[in-house]
Nanobody, 115 residues
Framework: QVQLVESGGGLVQPGGSLRLSCAASKTIFNILSMGWYRQAPGKQRELVAT???????NYADSVKGRFIISRVYAKNTVYLQMNSLKPEDTAVYFC?????????WGQGTQVTVSS
């Protein structure tokens, strides 16, 4: 069974930066896209950023210009560089990797932006 292992969350002050990482425990073949989603308390899970196998990226309007998604495709690893963090970025961040036959989710990592 493939697991996505996330790391890099934590507590940061407003204006600070964090880098999230997500690696698959086993090779996932035929990846179509990788991405990050987040869920704040009392809210639905929302898309943060995705990147396709071809390298096309997509960002939520709320994070454009502040967050950067990247990946090492051959290693099933995806990153999220988060800059200029705001309190409203506080949420549990989930890694997602979609193959042609299955969709995988990480367990989530907490990001808290507070002074």
């Amino acid at each position: 069974q493939v697991q996505l292992v996330e790391s890099g969350g934590g507590l940061v002050q407003p204006g600070g930066s964090l880098r999230l990482s997500c690696a698959a425990s086993k090779t996932i073949f035929n990846i179509l896209s990788m991405g990050w989603y987040r869920q704040a308390p009392g809210k639905q899970r929302e898309l943060v950023a995705t990147i396709t196998s071809g390298g096309t990226t997509n960002y939520a309007d709320s994070v454009k210009g502040r967050f950067i998604i990247s990946r090492v495709y051959a290693k099933n690893t995806v990153y999220l560089q988060m800059n200029s963090l705001k309190p409203e970025d506080t949420a549990v961040y989930f890694c997602n990797q979609k193959s042609a036959v299955y969709e995988y989710w990480g367990q989530g990592t907490q990001v808290t932006v507070s002074s």
